[in-house]
Structures are given as structure tokens and as C-alpha cells.
């Protein structure tokens, strides 16, 4: 292989890492994560449980299974290992295609977790008395387990709400994931942005019908807009204007179809990021409101910028800065 593929080869690996995956997956013990790995592979999609990393990390160093509660323990090790630990899922991530790409587990120890960019954190849960039912089956414990089983379990799953993590049955899951395929099987799964493009009216009315960004959108008033493609099908638009005292560009309101949105495709912050590959971005406002925003602009790179000072408008509207890293 000459070395400008081989440069090539790499360039085309480190983008692959760096994009949004198809979702993360975690859940209480029992739950039944397993399962639904082997339910969510059949289907053709990438999966990998982050035990596996945790279990390569710990014999690479040559340490004992219980390491992490034994005299071998240190913060410095712990750091150290989890390195190796986000090394190989980069590397794992790399191999594969970002848009079938799901991940199972979260691992959080102290202030080490793992890099996984994805817009979709999932929650496995189940009720409870059959998740503490299973825990006692497998794990060959007693009735006399069953309160602080269900106490443990309720810890998590809280844990994970917390953590954004949106609670789903597994059919919920499997029949999500039965939808973006058939969408990309229709549309494909390349996200493409086109500025300037010319957006249908109809579209820009029904944005503009949205309470999120209603008011923001001006259907009636040519403004240079950039439509978003999932394949060669118009799926919405942003409209970009350049801020010259900031020397950067914002991508002013973004409108996805709601038939679009729900499927773990990550448009919107696929856009963004494909928009800013080649510009520089000038601090974006965006509504306290608008989560759905607010995690697309953080998995396109964006961070909220806490030393600048929320915005509060005369009617009521309130947004927060948000600056790329």
C-alpha cells in the first residue's frame, strides 16, 4: 500500500471515531442486557460490551478481577488503566461504521468514564421484581437478598436517568432500531448539508409551526438557508449567516422532520459538525429548553461556555452560550 493511501487509511479511521455512534445502552444488573445485545446483533448491527475493555485493560496490566477493591488499587493505576480502556474502544470504533455502532455499559469510577459521543443514551429497564427475580436465579442468592437487590437496582437506574439516559423496554429498543433501518435502507445513512439551497416553502412553514424555533425561521424573507440530506432526501435546513464581529459562523435556527427524528440517525448534529469542518464557529445561543439542541451541538463538539452569562429575553425567551472546542 503506497503511503499517501495508507495517510488516506488512517484519515478516513481517526473520522470514523471521532463521528456520533448509533447509541449507548446500559441498565441495572438482570435487566437483561445481554439479551438484547445478541437480539440488537442479529438485526446487523455493530455491538461491543465495555466489560471487554475493562477485561483486556486489567490482564494487560496483570492484575486480579478484584482489583479495583484490593490493596493494588490506586487512583494513578485507575487512571492509567482506563487510558487503555478508551484506547481500545477507540480502536474498535475505528473498525466500525459509526452509524451501526452501539455500545453496552457506561463504567463511571470516581471521575474516569468513558469518551462515547452519541446523542442516544439508552436505559434498558424492566420491572423491578422481575430484575431482582433474575439477579436471585442467576447469581444463586436468597429471598433474604430481595430488599437490597431492589434498593441497588433503583440506585441505577436513577444513576443513569441522571445521566440523560431515556428508559426504554427492550421490544421499545429492538423495534427503534427495526425503524432507522428500514429509514436507511430507503434513504441511506449519509448525512450531506448543501449551502446555499433552496428550502420548499412548505418546509419552512412547518419549522416554523415549531414552539422550539418558532419565530426564528422568517418563512416569508429570502435568507440563504443550507438544506440537510439523509441520501439524496431533504430532511431539514439550517440557516447559516456569518457573525463578523465574532469572526465565525452560527447555523441559526435547525429544522429536522419529525419523521425523521426519534430513529438515533443523528442528523442534526452530523450537520453541524459536516457545516463546521471547514469554518469557524461564533458562540451559539440556544434555549435552556431545547435539549434536543443542546445534546446535537454537544455531539458536533460544542460545549456550554459557563463563564458567559445566561440570556434572558424581554418576551420571556431563555438560552445559554454554547462555543466549539
Given at each position: 500500500m503506497s503511503r499517501l493511501k495508507t495517510l488516506q487509511k488512517a484519515l478516513l479511521l481517526v473520522k470514523r471515531a471521532s463521528q456520533p455512534i448509533l447509541a449507548q445502552v446500559d441498565g441495572p444488573a438482570g435487566v437483561g442486557k445481554t439479551t438484547l445485545m445478541e437480539n440488537i446483533e442479529k438485526r446487523g448491527y455493530s455491538v461491543i460490551d465495555l466489560d471487554v475493555f475493562d477485561e483486556q485493560a486489567t490482564k494487560e496490566f496483570g492484575l486480579d478481577d478484584g482489583w479495583k477493591s484490593s490493596e493494588q488499587y490506586s487512583d494513578?493505576?485507575?487512571?492509567?488503566?482506563?487510558?487503555?480502556r478508551q484506547k481500545l474502544l477507540d480502536n474498535w470504533l475505528e473498525e466500525n461504521d459509526p452509524a451501526k455502532s452501539i455500545v453496552f455499559g457506561i463504567h463511571t469510577e470516581g471521575d474516569t468514564r468513558y469518551r462515547i459521543?452519541?446523542?442516544?443514551?439508552?436505559?434498558?429497564?424492566?420491572?423491578?421484581?422481575?430484575?431482582?427475580?433474575?439477579?436471585?436465579?442467576?447469581?444463586?442468592?436468597?429471598?433474604?437478598?430481595?430488599?437490597?437487590?431492589?434498593?441497588?437496582?433503583?440506585?441505577?437506574?436513577?444513576?443513569?436517568?441522571?445521566?440523560?439516559?431515556?428508559?426504554?423496554?427492550?421490544?421499545?429498543?429492538?423495534?427503534?432500531?427495526?425503524r432507522i433501518k428500514k429509514k436507511a435502507s430507503e434513504h441511506g445513512s449519509n448525512v450531506r448539508v448543501i449551502?446555499?439551497?433552496s428550502i420548499p416553502s412548505d418546509v419552512l412553514l412547518e419549522a416554523d409551526s415549531n414552539p422550539e424555533i418558532t419565530g426564528f425561521v422568517h418563512p416569508n424573507q429570502d435568507r440563504q438557508r443550507a438544506g440537510i440530506y439523509l441520501g439524496d432526501?431533504?430532511?431539514?435546513?439550517?440557516?447559516?449567516?456569518?457573525?463578523?464581529?465574532?469572526?465565525?459562523?452560527?447555523?441559526?435556527?435547525?429544522?429536522?422532520?419529525?419523521?425523521?427524528?426519534?430513529?438515533?440517525?443523528?442528523?442534526?448534529?452530523?450537520?453541524?459538525?459536516?457545516?463546521?469542518?471547514?469554518?469557524?464557529?461564533?458562540?451559539?445561543?440556544?434555549?435552556?429548553?431545547n435539549i434536543a439542541s443542546q445534546k446535537a451541538f454537544e455531539s458536533a463538539g460544542f460545549k456550554r461556555e459557563e463563564s458567559y452569562p445566561d440570556i434572558v429575553e424581554d418576551d420571556g425567551w431563555t438560552g445559554q452560550w454554547w462555543v466549539k472546542n
Open positions: 494513578k493505576l485507575l487512571a492509567k488503566v482506563h487510558k487503555l459521543n452519541t446523542d442516544n443514551k439508552i436505559l434498558l429497564v424492566d420491572d423491578v421484581s422481575k430484575i431482582v427475580d433474575r439477579r436471585i436465579k442467576r447469581d444463586g442468592l436468597g429471598q433474604a437478598d430481595r430488599a437490597s437487590l431492589k434498593k441497588e437496582t433503583l440506585g441505577h437506574i436513577k444513576e443513569l436517568k441522571d445521566l440523560g439516559f431515556l428508559p426504554m423496554k427492550a421490544d421499545e429498543i429492538l423495534s427503534m432500531f427495526g449551502f446555499p439551497d432526501q431533504l430532511v431539514g435546513f439550517m440557516t447559516p449567516r456569518e457573525e463578523r464581529a465574532n469572526k465565525g459562523w452560527r447555523v441559526g435556527a435547525i429544522f429536522i422532520g419529525p419523521e425523521f427524528k426519534g430513529l438515533g440517525l443523528n442528523i442534526g448534529s452530523k450537520a453541524i459538525a459536516q457545516f463546521f469542518a471547514n469554518r469557524k464557529a461564533a458562540p451559539v445561543p440556544i434555549s435552556t429548553t
